[in-house]
């Protein structure tokens, strides 16, 4: 039921595609016994990518100086800890623990963690019906037969909506499917209407169970950062590679480096906050209006005591396609914790943007009443987030969007000059859109700037 899990069974036996990618260090030239004391990078961003590059490339002796424009490190690894329960904002879940480099640092960093059971759930429909499970369980073995074959009668002009829509017309308008395909593939992946029809289910996934941080995800992106040299509240704004030496502008001050790492989010580069000179080569241009960039909004509240279900899951299944659809019972791996996590995703996650606290809680509680009964009481707090609007992401993440082409992630991780390099989720061809990926593509970049020396 979390993100990129309708993945896992569809792509178990196809080969491993994209695993050989084209962007192995020995690519760069190389200038034999550089001692890397000599050599400065700067590494533009501070969330999971720029703290991997950063670690690896100090552990090699280079100079390294991270410029972060937030006040903490972490960036889409961003907890908030205001209330007594540590409230995620960006990624939650590690995605399979099996390989996972994820749940190697989470043990390095003491990042505890907790299995979510995927089938403690329950399904509540409008009117505050109780869905059989059985019913439940056929659609979702119905959806994953259907994401095996969709791409066959998908193209590259039409979105996954327009071939789901045209093939099952009843489906797309059932609720239940509405729920599904909101939360197995949009919450996953972007936009139905946006989405590619015919590569929806790019992407390689780790096998073995997901489990949930409970005390903060960010617990690994400070451990990355112990010792490593981060400037904070630095907003980088230009960045000129016209020379041997690149200067990249922050805060009205320059700092000259051999090698810079950009890692900031496929959102910022498509927001053009960041002036490179000379422009950067039209491909990557290219790419980065080509792949696309979700929304996905979490929304936790909190009570004096629980009223629903104990189980991990809890469904609704609005009209409304995207909207707090899903909820996971906090409670359960904190058991003190009266909590609900919901989200909105896509068009309506956007929307969620333009609302009151008020607004939002008010309908959030509309549905939770309808499943509950109208005596359950107002939530004590509630926290938001607003990706979109957040312009240091600028989105959630990168997903493949009608127009895109698998080679266009690598054009974004694709280095320029053998001096200009690129790391972030969405240069990751087999893992975007997740934390390994983000912090898998860090690793890559700092080898290749390690071949070079
Ligand atoms: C709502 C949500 C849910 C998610 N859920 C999961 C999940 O459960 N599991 C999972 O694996 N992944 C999840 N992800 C994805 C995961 O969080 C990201 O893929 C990963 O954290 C991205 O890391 P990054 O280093 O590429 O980018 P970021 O973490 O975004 O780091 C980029 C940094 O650049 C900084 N920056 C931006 N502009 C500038 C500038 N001009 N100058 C200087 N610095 C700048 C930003 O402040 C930021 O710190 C989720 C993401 C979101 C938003």
Redesign the pocket.
Known sequence: M???QFVKGSLAGLPTLFLATSLVAGACKKNNNVDPNSKTVVI????????SAAKKLKEKGLTVIV????DK??????TNRSLSVAF????????GINGNP?ATLAQQAGMDTFYTDDNSRKSYDIGGVLRSSIAYDDAEEELYAILETLMKSGNASQSFETVFTNLYPAKANDRLWKFLLSTYITFDTGDLNQLSSLLYNEGEEFSGVEK?ATNG?DTI?NYLAKDLTVQLN????KIDYSDTKIAVT?NGTTTVADYVIV???LG?LKAN??EFVPALPAVKQTAVQKVGMNC???FLLTWNTAFWDNVQYLSYTPEVRDKFNYFVNVKKFHPDVNALMT?AYADYGRQTETMSDAQVTADIMGHLRDMYGTSIPDPTTMLR?K?QSN???V???SYTAVGTAMHHFDDLAEEVNDRLFF?????HIDY????????L??IREADKIIALL
């Open positions: 979390q993100r990129r533009v961003g501070g969330g999971v990518s720029g703290l410029l972060e424009a937030q490190v972490g960036g889409r690894l961003r995620d904002e960006g990624a939650s879940w590690i995605h994820m949930i995800y992106a630095q907003r980088v704004t922050h890692t900031v989010p910022v906050s960041i996905v909004n979490k989200f987030t990706w312009e240091n992401s989105g959630a993440y790391a972030g989720e969405h240069t975007f859109s997740t934390a390994h990926g983000a912090y593509s860090g």
